[in-house]
């Protein structure tokens, strides 16, 4: 087995089975394991008391139970997440955090209590009003509420010095993931939508050192390869989240490069850094504060647009992919503020649905293959 | 006949005026602000800014019929069908600026308070980026905990202070807190009114036809700040609490059962929801109206009202909505309930299962519920509406009838 195909393993090794991933994490370190609900959480709270936090954002699955608490126009996403929660999947955390950032994830957090009320949750509201000192004062209020419940399950305190060193782990983990996005652009005939993927959904289920370790190598085997000129398109990505994998291989099999994303489940978590400071969790907080571009983070001066075209001349993107997460709220009213400034700037743009839990992706293939073809 | 104005008169009088104001200031160059339904109306109305309301503009145009040529303007610039139908027709209207109902002027700037739905910030949002217009933002988290934390207090004024910043460079002017004081105490008793008048649907049988809190609430939304409002309510539950004397109930035919509705009305079938109820001598008594603009809070306390914004129901934790509606069941003496799985409103469905699951043992009523829309007319089919509403009779009369023999006979009132 080559270098890099060890390297692929080793990205798909917790994804494979994620429960096995849990209790490996349990058996060998001692510690718990802490679910953390889209979009945004401040993992580093919880690396900082020794735990994993994992990513919790649903996957492809039967529904049978979950319509006892959400009618048919709930996202996938929580739909698919709920039913699994009901089945036990997650009954190996020993909590999750849920963020209120939109009307959808309010209820499931209301609904977690009565529908798995083995696994503890523990919410968070991020205030909208982000540029204000004091949204981020109120928003450390929540982080440190993070703190003590977390410190609760893990029966030990959890010191300014433990998140600070966190805040650094993850600091270096961002820088690393977006030297990744870079590398991606210059190799899509070595790093394929699937392993772009891969590489962004296996840092929600490993610990974050080790994550960046293993990119760093991914990255230092890939640049060894001499990079082949591209043949196909490339595109930018932009949504919520692109699954289920099916749909990426589409990507492949139309020659369009993803050369770099504006997904919730991807590079917006790497956007911004947490700045330097003194107190971690102010930090933290200033960190929402800074973080621009996402339908979930109030702005009222509607950057998005302005970021996508910005994106589309720096990556030198052929087009944009708009993944709309059908039934998402905060997605749906973004898209024709945005969609008409593309427009404007002649960016050709692909609208697709995402469900996750698409049984075929026969419908989304002629879509590709049509834009595919009017990118040539 | 008595030459006395009644209620209702009064009602549709102040309406029409402040419709009329609106455009009239707006033409004489006046600033005109479009606000969210349980926003604070404190500030803009001591600053004397004529305030006009989006959601209670889309539902006049629903129930006049005319919301289809808006959604599909809506739809057309690229807004989904799954969203919201107050907002679709709004964000249409931005465009037509004509409609079956009264127009209104395109405002110089918005406010917005997110204590009923995150889908408000978008919608307002959206509304700011299309009109080049500030967005005044008052963000309210929701209340996973029974309280509104002090945290979240402190958060809520930061903000209270910063909208009037806000105001005093949109309009120039400084910020008169001895008017705000009195605006405030206006407020809070238009509230303090309303919900008696409201409150006053408990009797047996109810002298309100509770259709008619679908009309009186514009009121509250669009006046609350102003004395009118206060008049209105004082008139009506005086009104009421004449019938109340005289025996007299809502229905000439009699209220042979009293629901509960939850949701807010489908307004393109309001007239038809309401006959259908009526054939069978339901009167809707029950309702989470009462409480969405029941803003009570000392004037000059401004702790309270940060906590009387915050503390909405839609913006509390299921167990507090499920006590909520457990508690206006009992009180308003509701024998059923109809939930309204509204498909613009996820923040009142994604809850609506459980909260059936938990209300129904509590109170041992029985409920249906109906798939509509607020708005959108295309969502909702008069023949369900009916079967169910049918089904609901046949397990009320069930169950009084059990009640009745399990009393020896005895009428239950």
């Known amino acids: 087995m080559s270098k890099f195909d060890q390297l692929i393993d080793s990205f798909r090794k917790p994804l494979s089975n994620p429960r096995g991933t849990v209790t490996e994490f349990k058996k060998t370190t001692g510690g718990k394991v802490v679910g953390c609900l889209p979009p945004y959480c401040p993992e580093e709270i919880i690396h900082a008391a020794g735990m994993l936090p ?12 979950v319509n006892t608490y959400f009618p ?17 999947v997650y009954d190996d955390l020993d909590a999750v955090i849920i963020p209120s950032a939109c009307d959808t994830l309010k209820c499931v957090a209301q609904n977690w209590k009565a529908a798995i009320p083995q696994v503890p949750m523990i919410p968070l509201v991020h205030p909208q009003n982000r540029k204000l000192q004091a949204g981020i004062k109120y928003l450390q209020s929540e982080y440190e509420n993070i703190r003590s419940q977390v410190e609760r399950i893990g029966g030990k305190r959890i010191t300014d010095a433990d998140i600070t060193d966190s805040i650094g782990v993850y600091n270096r983990h961002r820088r690393v993931m977006r030297d990744f996005v870079l590398l991606a652009a210059t190799y899509p ?18 610990e974050k050192s080790k994550h960046t370790e293993l990119v760093q190598d991914f990255i230092r085997e890939v640049r060894q390869q001499s990079s082949i000129t591209w043949q196909g398109r490339r595109v930018i990505l932009t949504g919520i989240m692109a699954e289920p994998e099916s749909l990426l291989e589409l990507f492949n099999e139309y020659r369009l490069a993803i050369v770099d994303d504006d997904l919730a489940h991807e590079s917006r978590q790497y956007r911004v850094d ?3 400071g003194n107190e971690p969790l102010e930090r933290l907080a200033t960190a929402w504060s800074n973080f621009e571009g996402c339908s979930l983070a109030f702005d009222p001066g509607k950057k998005r647009g302005a970021m996508l075209l910005d994106m589309v001349s720096t990556s030198q993107a052929d087009g944009i992919v708009v993944c709309m997460m059908k039934f998402c709220d905060p997605e749906e009213f973004d898209y024709p503020i945005y969609y008409e400034q593309l427009q404007t700037a002649n960016i050709p743009v692909l609208y697709l649905e995402i469900d996750q839990n698409l049984n075929s992706v026969e419908q989304l293939r002629t879509r590709i293959q049509g834009f595919a073809e009017l990118l040539k | 006949m008595s030459d006395k104005i009644t209620s209702k008169q009064l009602l549709g009088q102040l309406l029409q005026k402040h419709y009329d104001e609106a455009l009239e200031a707006k033409k004489r160059g006046e600033l005109v602000a479009w606000s969210t339904s349980i926003a604070p109306n404190e500030f803009c109305e001591t600053m004397g800014i004529h305030v006009v309301y989006p959601e209670n503009h889309a539902a006049a145009i629903g129930a006049k019929g005319g919301a289809i040529p808006l959604l599909e303007t809506a739809e057309g610039l690229g807004y989904s069908v799954d969203l919201c ?6 964000l249409g209207y931005i465009k037509t600026l004509d409609c079956v109902a009264d127009n209104i002027p395109l405002p110089d700037f918005i406010i917005c308070c997110n204590n009923i739905c995150n889908t408000l910030i978008k919608w307002y949002e959206n509304i700011a980026a299309q009109l080049s217009i500030p967005m005044i933002m008052i963000d309210v988290p929701f209340n996973h905990e029974r309280q509104v934390t002090q ?6 004024k930061a903000q209270f202070t910063e909208a009037i910043g806000m105001l005093e460079k949109i309009t120039g002017k400084d910020f008169d807190y001895e008017r705000f004081y009195e605006v405030m105490r206006i407020s809070a008793e238009s509230c303090r009114y309303w919900k008696h008048a409201m409150s006053l649907a408990q009797q047996v049988p109810s002298p309100l036809n509770g259709f008619d809190i679908f009309n009186y609430m514009a009121l509250i939304v669009c006046m609350r700040g102003k004395q009118g409002c206060i008049d209105t309510f004082k008139l009506l539950s005086e009104e009421l609490e004449e019938s109340i004397r005289q025996g007299r109930g809502a229905f000439k035919e009699g209220e042979k059962h009293r629901i509960m509705w939850e949701g807010i009305a489908c307004w393109p079938y309001l007239g038809h929801n309401f006959k259908t109820l009526k054939s069978y001598g339901i009167n809707m008594v029950g309702s989470t109206y009462p409480d969405a603009w029941a803003l009570l809070y000392e004037p000059g306390d401004l702790d309270a009202m940060a906590r009387a914004y915050s503390s ?11 006590e909520y509606r457990t508690g206006v069941i009992k009180d308003f003496r509701c024998d059923g309930t109809i939930y309204h799985l509204n498909r613009s409103c996820k923040i009142m469905d994604f809850l609506q299962y459980e909260q059936q699951r938990q209300i129904a ?23 369900q509406f009916e079967t169910r509403v049918q089904a609901l009779v046949e397990m009320m009369e069930e169950q009084k009838k059990a009640a009745n023999n399990s009393q020896g006979g005895v009428e239950h009132v």
Not at chain 1, 189 to 206: C, D, E, G, Q, W
Not at chain 2, 312 to 322: S, Y
Not at chain 2, 371 to 383: E, I, L, V
């Open chain 1, 189 to 206: 005939n070595v790093i394929t939508p699937s392993i772009r993927h891969l590489i962004f959904k296996s840092a929600y289920f490993m």
């Open chain 2, 361 to 383: 043992p509590a109170t041992n009523v029985p409920f249906i519920s109906f798939d509509g829309d607020q708005t959108d007319p295309r969502n909702f089919a008069q023949a």
């Open chain 2, 85 to 90: 139908s107050y907002a679709r027709i709004n």
């Open chain 1, 72 to 88: 048919a126009f709930a996202c996938s996403l929580v739909q698919t997440t709920l039913e699994l929660g009901l089945r036990g």
């Open chain 1, 54 to 65: 994992v990513g919790i954002w649903g996957g492809q699955t039967h529904l049978s139970k």
């Open chain 2, 312 to 322: 909405i129901v839609n913006n509390c934790c299921l167990e507090q909505q499920v």
């Open chain 2, 151 to 156: 945290a979240r207090v402190e958060y809520i």
């Open chain 1, 274 to 276: 947490v700045p330097d």
